[in-house]
């Protein structure tokens, strides 16, 4: 964190002052350590299996936080008795079908369940649940769970969540520990203490992670793990506690919350498949929650549509349902990059994103670019995926040869943050508002800009069409106000149709306003508010020394300016705070309302001993305890009955490619994990089988603080070039002796995909470890370089594999294996020898990798 | 200098004299006649760091139509006016001589850029937008209701604001295209 976030490790350092313990767990020794009060070093790859520690210390010597437990998690939900754990059957879950590496995940439900049974069989729904990310649209709350629910307050029922996660995690010992993550008996009892010490009524822990948690075959159970651990303790929705995401772009959790993604219309809306051709009410039917506030979704939904078809979208045509195109599979962009491969898709645009760079193995995205028609680039520089045509590593190779390659490329200058006006939604989820200082300069324009202008000439062109294929882009509402020389449309009219409008044109105030009937129009309901009374409430920067410390008066927060959720649990199931040390909300009862210093997460008059008519539905059914609003049983979920593809539980699962071995299970890697079989997307041999050997290290890919993501917005930068000018791995001094690398020189890394070259750091900021009893070293590569800017150097993703977490389809490139050895890489058709000898004698096949 | 000016830049005498012992007298004239470079900015217009998503508030000082400073901004409860090396470089990001101004197209075998004005590079992209959208038209798969092109795909950047992915997002699902990602899923 004080390397990616420094400016926000200021808080960090604010409570290490007021006593705080500070604990860093990283493979390497960073900044962040060195302030830290305990630094943890791990084998990359294996968070599960250290969280899972820390929950099997806190289950087994009763230090969770019973009450908070009892009433705001579903420890005490029975479920089905068709379950079948990670312990019974060797790594996998019940519900596995090897044909096509899915769960049916229907033995996983709560008994009292009205879904089907488990038949066995892995039907089309399911598939298409896996590969169109269903599990993403839960971004703002949790999955449907029908029937009733049987719980045993006791938490002895042996189907009990409680007693589940008991058995699940019953040989995550230290000694189980020490062995998977390489992490001593001693340190990982200091940080059970301090964890353990510092939760309860009067205390709360955080835990930060970098989105790097994500970059793995089993990036959503590293996350879930995390909650498991922090709701067993008490730590969710009070102030001090949480998980917190320290995202690493300005606008990443924005990029989510109104989605440039496949998957996801805006506000966590899924995309229809087409399964759901049978109408809106069908769709409705299928994807919205019985009850809390997902039970709203028709609303939320035909809101949308009003905003986008206007007065097109009415009740007799569905409200232009049809007009959504269906996801008839996984449109992913690395499997969009396989379309390109195919020649189906011919025409892509890069906006501010360098797939040739920054992409787990780049030149898997080349090779898709290389068989475009037309590719446009959108960026500040000649970023290296707007030149791979003419300098790309394939080049120097010989693999391709500009004369050969038919790809029209259009560089289009893009403007910077201070020439355009717009929000950015931090890892907070605030939304603050950017003024345009003053308009870009030559032909340089917003994105905001290329948007609106490109639909406006489509439009044009097809204004006279009468193919139905047309009617959707014609009847688009796309009328925006422009401003200055430029034509620049209006952000802030955008930000308004976001926001919403109600009857007469007046600006909503809130998502509860929404109408399912048409009278409204909302283009992302959780950020409904934003614009409310026609003020930008984004751009609001009343100085902090004029407020609390919960600031609700500097920008926006979604959804309804909350800086806590869940923060009903910050009190006790009768509303009183769990103690005055960690005050939050409170039930005022003479005044009939929840009070504090911020905006309840929670029905504001509900009072704590409310309890809901049972056939009552959406957030009339939520009771007055039911602190998870957004969760369909109001709990936090200890087991997950729904909404994840690879398991209720998260279990330690070695990386895609491994040096070690997994002892807990047989089924050593994700089973579920995706993979993409392609000549140049090969798999090394991994957990102990013949010619892994030949890979013996772990990599790991990370950050600086003087660059960023992959270099288009530092390496052109002359100052931050200076501070950083080239690519270097970092190795301790034991792994430099052990393969002759000294310091300044050059190493060569070598995968199955590619030989990369980077100067050598010798450090003893990498620490060896002992791990199943060996040494086992690893090796840091910062993945900034490229081959163009100031600072130049090879590519760290060159390197990486494609094996996604099947939740998300993100790559795993935060733990992979290698080998490294002295000296500067081959040049010409010599690298690609080279990288083909390892693959010879490691006895690398299109098989190799597979294995479930 | 006359002798009176002399006699008075005399640092004994300036530290006797002022209000500040220590200061004053160790501040040199060129020291004296220094202005912070913000001092003439027509304006300062308030704004935001685009590197990572802390959201550090930014100061940006503009004259002449121009940016010529950008600091942090005291005001804000999440970064307190700091900014870290890349947010304190950002000055250099947004006005650096590295940034690109015109519009560069290389044709289909083409072995160089060539120029092309900016209209003329808006039209052509539409042309293709829509030709590859309907070359890659589905409107049915499986004997099912699709209506959806694989024929054209987007990938943007995580430093998109939200009003752009909004209008992308809004455009690419009236065209019916389906493969549109951000860096939020890498």
Same mark, same amino acid.
């Given at each position: 964190m004080a390397e990616c976030h420094p400016v926000g490790f200021q808080w960090v350092m604010e409570a290490k002052a007021r006593g705080a313990v500070v604990i860093h767990v990283d493979p390497r020794f960073t900044r962040t350590s060195a302030l830290s009060d305990l630094h943890v070093p791990i084998r990359a790859g294996t968070d599960i299996a250290f969280l899972g520690g820390l929950i099997h210390h806190v289950l087994e010597n009763e230090k969770y936080f019973r009450e908070y437990v009892l009433a705001y998690t579903n420890a005490a939900t029975i479920v089905r008795e068709e379950f079948r754990d990670t312990e019974d059957l060797d790594g996998l879950f019940s519900g596995y079908d090897e044909e096509h !590496?899915?769960? =049916?995940? !229907?033995?996983?439900?709560? *008994?009292?369940? $009205?879904?089907?049974?488990?038949?066995?069989e892995v039907d089309e729904e399911m598939l298409l649940m896996t590969e169109t990310a269903r599990? $993403? *649209? &839960?971004?703002s709350g949790g999955p449907e769970v029908s029937g009733k629910i049987y719980t045993d307050e006791t938490l002895? &029922?042996? !189907?009990c969540v409680f007693q589940i996660l008991k058995r699940h995690f019953a040989r995550y010992t230290p000694e189980m520990v020490e062995q998977i993550c390489g992490v001593p008996r001693d340190l990982f009892d200091r940080v059970c203490e301090y964890l353990t010490g510092n939760s309860g009524p009067d205390r709360t822990t955080a835990i930060g992670y970098a989105v790097g948690w994500t970059q793995h075959t089993t990036g959503v159970q590293n996350i879930r793990a995390a909650s498991i651990l922090q709701s067993l303790l008490g730590n969710i929705g009070r102030p001090g506690g949480g998980i917190l995401a320290l995202r690493g772009h300005a606008n990443i959790q924005g990029s989510t919350d109104i989605p440039a993604l496949f998957d996801l219309l805006p506000a966590y809306i899924p995309m229809p498949h087409l399964g759901q051709n049978e109408g809106l009410a069908a769709y409705l039917e299928d994807e919205a929650a019985s009850k809390g506030y997902w039970g709203k979704m028709s609303a939320y939904m035909v809101s949308l549509l009003k905003a986008w078809w206007g007065e097109h979208a009415t009740a007799d045509n569905d409200f232009c349902f049809d007009y959504l195109p269906r996801l008839t599979g996984n449109h992913s962009t690395y499997h969009t990059v396989l379309r390109q491969m195919e020649g189906v898709c011919k025409g892509y645009l890069l906006m501010g994103e360098n797939p040739a760079a920054g992409s787990s193995n780049s030149r898997y995205e080349r090779m898709g670019m290389a068989n475009l028609d037309w590719l446009v680039v959108r960026d500040f520089s000649l970023i290296e995926s707007a030149t791979w045509w003419k300098d790309g590593p394939e080049i120097e190779t010989g693999e391709m040869r500009t004369e050969d390659l038919r790809t029209e490329v259009f560089f289009l200058p893009a403007a910077a943050h201070t020439e355009k006006s717009g929000s950015f939604t931090n890892t907070d989820r605030l939304l603050q508002w950017r003024d345009q200082a003053v308009e870009p300069a030559g032909e340089a324009r917003s994105d905001l800009w290329f948007v609106y202008h490109l639909g406006r000439l489509i439009r044009e062109r097809l204004a006279s069409s009468d193919d139905p294929m047309d009617l959707p882009i014609k009847h688009l509402t796309w009328d925006y106000p422009t401003e200055g020389t430029q034509a620049e449309p209006s952000a802030e009219a955008v930000l308004a149709e976001i926001n919403g409008f109600g009857p007469g044109g007046r600006h909503l105030s809130s998502y509860d306003e929404l109408a399912d009937d048409g009278s409204t129009s909302c283009g992302c309901w959780i950020y409904c508010g934003v614009y409310a009374d026609g003020v930008n409430q984004a751009a609001r920067r009343k100085p902090g020394w004029e407020q609390d410390h919960v600031a609700l008066e500097w920008g926006w927060a979604w959804p309804a300016n909350r800086r806590i959720l869940y923060n009903r649990a910050s009190a006790d199931p009768g509303g009183r705070p769990w103690s005055d040390r960690k005050a939050y909300l409170r039930w005022d009862a003479e005044r009939g309302r929840w009070t504090g210093p911020d905006t309840p997460d929670f029905p504001p008059t509900l009072s704590p001993d409310h309890r809901p008519p049972p056939d009552a539905t959406g957030p009339d059914a939520l009771s007055g305890t039911d602190a998870f609003i957004m969760q369909a049983d109001g709990r936090a979920w200890l087991? *997950?009955? *729904?909404?994840?593809? =690879?398991?209720p539980l998260p279990a330690h699962y070695e990386p895609q490619e491994s040096p070690s071995e997994n002892p807990l299970y047989h089924y050593g890697r994700n089973p579920a994990r995706e993979l993409i079989q392609h000549p140049v997307n090969r798999y090394q041999p991994s957990d102990g089988k013949p010619g892994s050997e030949l890979f013996p290290y772990v990599t790991t890919t990370y950050r600086l603080t003087e660059h960023h993501t992959v270099g288009g917005m530092s390496r052109w930068v002359p100052y931050l070039s200076e501070l950083q000018p080239e690519f270097f791995c970092e190795v301790s001094p034991e792994l430099a002796a052990e393969r002759g690398l000294t310091h300044l020189g050059w190493a060569t890394i070598v995968s199955a995909r590619a030989v990369i070259e980077a100067r050598v750091l010798v450090t003893e900021r990498m620490t060896p470890l002992i791990v199943e009893g060996r040494p086992l070293h690893q090796i840091g590569l910062p993945y900034h370089w490229g081959r163009n800017g100031y600072s130049r150097g090879d590519s760290a993703n060159e390197l990486a594999h494609l094996s996604l977490d099947p939740n998300t389809h993100i790559q795993e490139v935060k733990a992979m294996a290698c080998d490294i050895r002295p000296g500067r890489r081959p040049r010409g058709p010599a690298a690609l020898e080279l990288v083909e000898d390892y693959r010879r004698r490691a006895g690398i096949t299109e098989r190799t990798g597979m294995e479930i | 200098m006359t002798l009176r000016e002399l006699v008075a830049s005399w640092p004994v005498l300036r530290q006797l004299k002022g209000g500040d012992p220590r200061g004053d007298a160790a501040k040199s004239r060129r020291t004296a006649r220094l202005r912070p470079r913000i001092r003439d900015a027509d304006k300062v217009v308030d704004s935001v760091c685009p590197y990572c998503a802390v959201g550090c508030a930014q100061k940006v000082y503009v004259k002449d139509e121009r940016v010529i400073q950008i600091e942090g901004d005291p005001k804000s409860p999440i970064s307190r006016g700091r900014l870290c090396p890349k947010g304190s470089a950002s000055l250099q990001l947004t006005t650096g001589s590295s940034r690109m101004h015109e519009v560069l197209y290389r044709r289909p075998y083409g072995t160089d850029w060539e120029r092309l004005p900016l209209d003329r590079a808006m039209d052509m992209i539409a042309d293709r937008m829509i030709a590859a959208r309907r070359d890659g038209w589905v409107w049915e798969y499986e004997g099912r209701n699709v209506r959806h092109t694989l024929g054209i795909a987007s990938l943007g950047g995580a430093t998109l604001d939200n009003e752009e992915n909004y209008l992308l997002k809004k455009l690419w699902t009236a065209l019916g295209a389906v493969q549109i990602e951000n860096q939020a899923r890498i």
């Open positions: !590496r899915v769960y =049916d995940p !229907r033995s996983w439900q709560y *008994a009292g369940s $009205e879904m089907p049974a488990p038949s066995g599990v $993403e *649209a &839960h971004g002895q &029922h042996p !189907r087991y *997950a009955p *729904a909404g994840i593809v =690879d398991g | -």
